[in-house]
C-alpha cells in the first residue's frame, strides 16, 4: 500500500529556547519534549544575533529567499525549523547559518543551505510530487551529519537516507535522536546501489559526485519521480542534474554548475574522525 502523503507539522518547535546560552550549549543534545520555555530560576542573559538561533534561522531563510532565489514558502519554511546548529561541530557553531559548507569529519562537509534548499525545491517541482504535494517516499544518498534529511523529513512522507561511512552514520544517528523525524530511516551502505527494499521512489537525491549516474538510482525511481543529483563533467567540473521517469524514458538536464564531495563506492568501516 503506497504511504499516505503527511499534512503538515514539524518535530521541531516553532521556538527554541535559547536564551543564556553560549555557543557550545547551543549544540547541546537536549532531551526530546517541549522547549519553548526555560526552567523557572535559570538567569536570562542577553546572547546577541550570533547566538538566538531562531532568528539567526530567519535571517537565513532570508537571504535564502533574497539571495539565493528560493521562492518555495515549505521549504523555506522547513529550513526556518530544522536547528542546523545541532548537525555541525561545536566549535563551528557560530558559523551554521551562513550560506557555506562546513567539515563534519572524514574529509565530508554539511552542505550550503542554499544548496540543500534549491535541491528540495527542484524535487518538489517533479511530476508526481507536485500533483501530491509532498516529495513521497524519497532516497537520499549521503546522510553525512544528517542535516538535508532532517529537512526532507519535513517535506515527505517517508524518507531513507544512506550513507557509506560509519562514523558519519552514527554522528547522524546521533544528531538525529532528539527530535527524530518521523518516517525517517538511516542506512549504512553503498548508496550507488540506491535501496532497492523501499523503492520506488518519487524523490530521489544525492550529496556526492560520481562520473555519471547509477544505473539503480534511474531503476529506482517511480513513474513520475524526480532525481536531483550532482554529476561529475570530464573537465573536472560538477553539474546538478535533473532526471524525470515518465514510464521507461528518463528525461535528464543540467541545472548550473555545483560543489560537492565525490561518490564513492563500498562501504568504510572507519569510526574515528
Ligand atoms: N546530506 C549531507 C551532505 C553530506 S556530504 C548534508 O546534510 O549536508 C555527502 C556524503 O555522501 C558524505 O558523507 C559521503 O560519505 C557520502 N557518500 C559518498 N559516496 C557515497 C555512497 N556511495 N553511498 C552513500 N554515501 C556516500
Known amino acids: 500500500m503506497p504511504p499516505s502523503d503527511r499534512s503538515g507539522g514539524s518535530r521541531f518547535p516553532a521556538t527554541l529556547a535559547t536564551a543564556g546560552v553560549d555557543p557550545g550549549r547551543l549544540d ?16 536570562r542573559v542577553a546572547t546577541g544575533p550570533g547566538l538566538d538561533s531562531e532568528r539567526v534561522r530567519a535571517q537565513m531563510v532570508h537571504r535564502l529567499r533574497r539571495d539565493a532565489g528560493i521562492a518555495d514558502e515549505r521549504v523555506l519554511a522547513a529550513m526556518a525549523r530544522v536547528p542546523r546548529h ?8 557560530a558559523q551554521a547559518y551562513e550560506d ?8 565530508q562537509t554539511i552542505s550550503k543551505p ?19 504535494g509532498s516529495l513521497g517516499r524519497t532516497l537520499e544518498i549521503g546522510t553525512g551529519c544528517g542535516y ?10 517517508d524518507v531513507v537516507s544512506v550513507e557509506r561511512v560509519a562514523g558519519l552514520h552514527e554522528a547522524a544517528r546521533t544528531n538525529l ?23 520506488p521512489y518519487r524523490s ?7 562520473a555519471d549516474l547509477p544505473a539503480a538510482w534511474l531503476e529506482q525511481l517511480a513513474d513520475g519521480g524526480r532525481l536531483v543529483a550532482p554529476v ?7 553539474a546538478l542534474v535533473v532526471v524525470d521517469r515518465h514510464g521507461d524514458t528518463w528525461q535528464r538536464r543540467e541545472e548550473g554548475g555545483v560543489v560537492f564531495v565525490p561518490l564513492k563506492s563500498g562501504i568504510s568501516r572507519d569510526t574515528g574522525r
Do not use: C, K, Y
Not at 28 to 43: D, H, N, S
Open 28 to 43: 547541546e543534545r537536549r532531551p526530546a519534549g517541549p522547549r519553548t520555555q526555560e526552567p523557572p530560576g535559570l538567569p
Open 86 to 93: 545541532r548537525f555541525v561541530d561545536p566549535a563551528l557553531v
Open 148 to 157: 538535508q534529511a532532517a529537512v526532507l523529513a519535513e517535506l515527505a512522507t
Open 204 to 210: 530521489l537525491v544525492a550529496a556526492a559526485a560520481g
Open 177 to 199: 535522536s532528539v527530535d527524530r523525524p518521523r518516517g525517517l530511516r538511516l542506512v549504512l551502505g553503498d548508496g550507488m546501489r540506491g535501496h532497492p527494499p523501499n523503492a
Open 232 to 238: 561529475a563533467r570530464a573537465d573536472g567540473r560538477q
Open 114 to 132: 542554499s544548496v540543500v534548499a534549491r535541491m528540495i525545491e527542484l524535487l518538489l517541482q517533479g511530476e508526481a510530487a507536485r500533483a501530491a
Open 100 to 107: 557555506t559548507s562546513l567539515p563534519i569529519g572524514w574529509g
